[in-house]
């Protein structure tokens, strides 16, 4: 790859620059072990919520709460950001984090939990955006419960990893990512691109 192309990638990455409440999150997130979304894909979500109005979020993943406070930016100021995470201090975090920022508590719904015991019990069709960056191994299981959850029209995002671009990685995460790739690309239901934004963030629409 050019320098130049590393170079435009470096500036898109950085060309919009989070809040202080999300560079906080971050770093708390940081001291748990829950990597934050960078603001490469941390803008991409607020834009993708804005774009679509999105009023019903789901996001599978909350970490300590900087892809949550990215995404309510973008949602209309009724929207509900439903998050679901198994680590409670993570969510304690979270919490914090959209107090700090000044999110009324009405509009997140922070569910402690497996993600697949918790979605299962979520209501069908009821999302205009599902957002998934938890356990790897277990995208084909979110992949089945998204295109439930999702209201024909709503869109699916996937965070990724750079790894899967090299043939040579066959490790079991980069496997399944393949694999949910692949069945997403032949899914008739979706139209779908893999941005090259952070390590890689898979967009899909349900049609
Ligand atoms: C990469 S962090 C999420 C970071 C967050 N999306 C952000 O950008 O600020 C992944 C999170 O998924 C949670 N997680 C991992 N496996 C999970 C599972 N099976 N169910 C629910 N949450 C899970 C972890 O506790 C962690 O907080």
């Given at each position: 790859?050019?320098?130049?192309?590393?170079?435009a990638?470096s500036?898109a990455?950085?060309?919009?620059a989070?809040?202080?409440?999300?560079?906080a999150a971050r770093?708390?997130g940081?001291e748990?072990g829950?990597?934050?979304?960078?603001n490469?894909?941390g803008?991409?979500?607020?834009?993708?919520?804005a774009?679509?109005?999105?009023k019903a979020?789901?996001?599978?993943g909350t970490?300590?709460g900087a892809?949550?406070?990215?995404l309510l930016g973008?949602?209309p100021?009724?929207?509900?950001l439903t998050t679901i995470?198994?680590?409670?201090?993570?969510q304690?975090?979270?919490?914090?984090?959209?107090a700090?920022?000044?999110?009324?508590?009405q509009?997140?719904?922070?569910i402690?939990?497996?993600?697949?015991?918790v979605?299962?019990r979520?209501?069908?069709?009821?999302?205009?955006l599902?957002?998934?960056?938890a356990?790897?191994?277990?995208?084909p299981?979110y992949?089945?419960?998204?295109?439930?959850?999702?209201r024909?029209g709503?869109t699916?995002?996937m965070?990724?990893?750079?790894?899967e671009?090299d043939?040579?990685?066959?490790?079991?995460?980069?496997?399944?990512l393949?694999?949910?790739?692949r069945?997403?690309?032949?899914h008739?239901?979706?139209a779908?691109s893999l941005?090259?934004v952070?390590e890689g963030l898979?967009v899909a629409?349900k049609?």
């Amino acid at each position: 790859m050019s320098t130049q192309k590393v170079a435009a990638w470096s500036h898109a990455e950085d060309f919009v620059a989070a809040s202080e409440h999300i560079d906080a999150a971050r770093h708390r997130g940081e001291e748990l072990g829950a990597e934050s979304v960078g603001n490469g894909v941390g803008s991409v979500l607020q834009v993708l919520a804005a774009a679509i109005g999105a009023k019903a979020v789901m996001e599978i993943g909350t970490g300590a709460g900087a892809s949550g406070l990215w995404l309510l930016g973008g949602m209309p100021a009724d929207g509900i950001l439903t998050t679901i995470d198994l680590d409670t201090e993570h969510q304690r975090a979270a919490r914090e984090a959209f107090a700090a920022a000044g999110i009324a508590h009405q509009r997140t719904r922070v569910i402690a939990g497996r993600a697949l015991e918790v979605l299962p019990r979520m209501t069908d069709a009821a999302y205009d955006l599902v957002v998934v960056d938890a356990d790897k191994l277990e995208y084909p299981d979110y992949l089945t419960q998204a295109t439930r959850l999702l209201r024909p029209g709503g869109t699916l995002v996937m965070t990724w990893s750079d790894k899967e671009s090299d043939p040579a990685n066959r490790d079991a995460e980069t496997r399944t990512l393949r694999d949910v790739g692949r069945s997403i690309r032949d899914h008739d239901q979706y139209a779908v691109s893999l941005l090259p934004v952070g390590e890689g963030l898979l967009v899909a629409v349900k049609r």
